[in-house]
């Protein structure tokens, strides 16, 4: 699948961690108004609450339906539900699915699928994506969309955008080159939030559990096996090659995703809300 931000199963070691080890309820970031000077896991758990807070704020009153597209473990969805609104969610990934099946009292109709095979009888009045437009073409998503959408139906995106062609973030989309996509398969844009600055408090909270659950751990068992016996050593790195490659992988990865600075000057975190007209 193009575009996806980590194509590696170590994708499901992220989702053990957040939500077995940190018991997080969400994996998308969390949003402030004013940041406080020390942020822990529960200062991360109400941002992630006002995230989705301020995100359903952003739909028009007429709506009823809602297929949420790429919906995470659910937080999104569940709220939706709240509220009074009929949800249809969607996952490629499989470990989703155990998650939401204990939320909003078993309303949310979840559909273990990409949106590339997705099919329903269901019209919506609107599609969510919240952080997950990257993970397939713009083309697919806008066409897709515009399949389930009824008739003067509404496209709310919430998430990474790349500001340019820039070799950093290349699993982005360029945010005017969607908008561009968006206009030709008829979908004019209604409203524009940029959040980055809410945002990338996040960031920084999210490279210290890098640190503290790959980059020290490793440190330690490669500095115990050094100490115990240079075998040892030579054992670790001969049956756990493979692993110890993907795991420092992956902190490579995020140590370029979590860099504030860079962030900033590479990426909008944007929302979008968009409304078909033809």
Same mark, same amino acid.
Request: aromatic share 12%; net charge negative; proline share 4%.
């Given at each position: %699948?193009?575009?996806l931000?980590?194509?590696?199963?170590?994708?499901?070691l992220?989702?053990?961690?957040?939500?077995?080890?940190?018991?997080?309820?969400?994996?998308?970031y969390?949003?402030?108004?004013?940041?406080?000077? &020390?942020?822990?896991?529960?200062?991360?758990?109400?941002?992630?609450? /006002?995230?989705?807070?301020?995100?359903?704020?952003?739909?028009?009153?007429?709506? +009823?339906?809602?297929? =949420?597209v790429? @919906?995470?473990?659910?937080?999104?969805?569940?709220?939706?539900? +709240? &509220?009074?609104?009929?949800?249809?969610?969607?996952?490629? =990934?499989?470990?989703?699915?155990?998650?939401?099946?204990?939320?909003?009292?078993?309303?949310?109709? #979840?559909?273990?699928?990409?949106?590339?095979? #997705?099919t329903s009888?269901?019209?919506?009045?609107?599609?969510? %994506?919240?952080? +997950?437009?990257?993970?397939?073409?713009?083309?697919?998503?806008?066409s897709?969309?515009?399949?389930?959408?009824?008739?003067?139906?509404?496209?709310l *995106?919430?998430?990474?955008?790349?500001? +340019?062609d820039?070799p950093?973030?290349?699993? @982005?989309h360029?945010?005017q080159?969607?908008?561009?996509?968006?206009?030709?398969?008829?979908?004019?844009?209604i409203?524009?939030?940029?959040?980055?600055?809410?945002?990338?408090?996040?960031?920084?909270?999210?490279?210290?559990m890098?640190?503290? #659950?790959? /980059?020290?751990?490793?440190?330690?068992? /490669? $500095?115990?096996?050094?100490?115990?016996?240079?075998?040892?050593?030579?054992?670790? $790195?001969l049956? #756990?090659?493979?692993? *110890?490659?993907?795991?420092?992988?992956?902190?490579?990865?995020?140590?370029? $995703?979590? =860099?504030?600075?860079?962030f900033?000057?590479?990426?909008?975190?944007? $929302?979008?809300?968009?409304?078909?007209?033809?």
């Amino acid at each position: %699948m193009p575009n996806l931000f980590w194509t590696k199963p170590e994708l499901d070691l992220e989702l053990l961690v957040v939500t077995e080890l940190l018991n997080m309820n969400s994996l998308h970031y969390g949003y402030w108004e004013s940041p406080p000077s &020390k942020i822990d896991l529960n200062a991360i758990r109400t941002a992630q609450a /006002e995230y989705t807070k301020t995100l359903l704020q952003m739909f028009p009153e007429s709506i +009823s339906t809602v297929l =949420d597209v790429g @919906c995470g473990i659910g937080d999104n969805a569940a709220a939706m539900v +709240s &509220k009074g609104l009929d949800v249809t969610a969607i996952s490629p =990934d499989t470990n989703h699915g155990q998650y939401i099946q204990g939320l909003a009292g078993g309303k949310i109709d #979840f559909h273990n699928t990409r949106i590339q095979e #997705f099919t329903s009888d269901k019209q919506f009045d609107l599609v969510l %994506m919240s952080e +997950s437009q990257d993970y397939f073409p713009i083309d697919v998503g806008l066409s897709q969309t515009r399949k389930f959408l009824n008739k003067n139906g509404y496209l709310l *995106i919430s998430g990474f955008f790349r500001n +340019s062609d820039t070799p950093e973030f290349k699993e @982005c989309h360029i945010e005017q080159n969607y908008i561009e996509a968006a206009a030709r398969y008829g979908f004019t844009e209604i409203e524009r939030i940029d959040i980055t600055s809410n945002v990338t408090p996040t960031l920084a909270y999210c490279a210290r559990m890098v640190d503290e #659950f790959i /980059e020290k751990p490793y440190r330690l068992l /490669e $500095r115990y096996a050094q100490g115990n016996l240079k075998f040892k050593l030579w054992m670790l $790195r001969l049956f #756990f090659s493979r692993q *110890i490659k993907q795991l420092l992988e992956m902190k490579a990865y995020y140590d370029k $995703r979590f =860099d504030v600075e860079l962030f900033r000057d590479r990426i909008s975190y944007t $929302r979008l809300l968009f409304q078909k007209v033809k």
